[in-house]
């Protein structure tokens, strides 16, 4: 079983950035698909980007600003946002799966025990 630890969330200005980290172990993230999503109270959770290493792909609303890299030397994915609004404001979540020819599907879901515990960002206006 993978374990997943999200740090780096934190309270910023309109405009800002955040660097969020999501350290993986238990596997390779080399044979992982992962990515992020985030919440917010009363809301369904939503995808933010994913990515294989090789492959990346962002959600509409986040393309331009957030960037997704995956690290193998330091199995860690990041979320580098930029030009943060309090529309980005949320619960940020990492999470896995095997990698599989899926991982470039938009349809792609982790499945419940593949998340973190989520991090926190607040953007203030």
């Known amino acids: 079983q993978v374990q997943l630890e999200e740090s780096g969330g934190g309270s910023v200005q309109a405009g800002g950035s955040l660097r969020l980290s999501c350290a993986a172990s238990g596997a390779s993230t080399r044979t992982l698909c992962m990515g992020w999503f985030r919440q917010v109270p009363g809301k369904e959770r939503e995808r933010v980007g994913r990515?294989?290493?090789?492959?990346?792909y962002y959600a509409d609303s986040v393309k331009g600003r957030f960037t997704i890299s995956l690290d193998h030397a330091k199995n860690t994915l990041t979320l580098q946002m930029n030009g943060l609004s309090a529309e980005d404001s949320g619960m940020y979540y990492c999470a896995y799966e095997v990698w599989t020819y899926n991982c470039y599907a938009v349809s792609w879901w982790p499945r419940p025990n593949n998340w973190g515990q989520g991090t926190q960002v607040t953007v203030s206006s």
């Open positions: 990515t294989d290493g090789d492959k990346t």
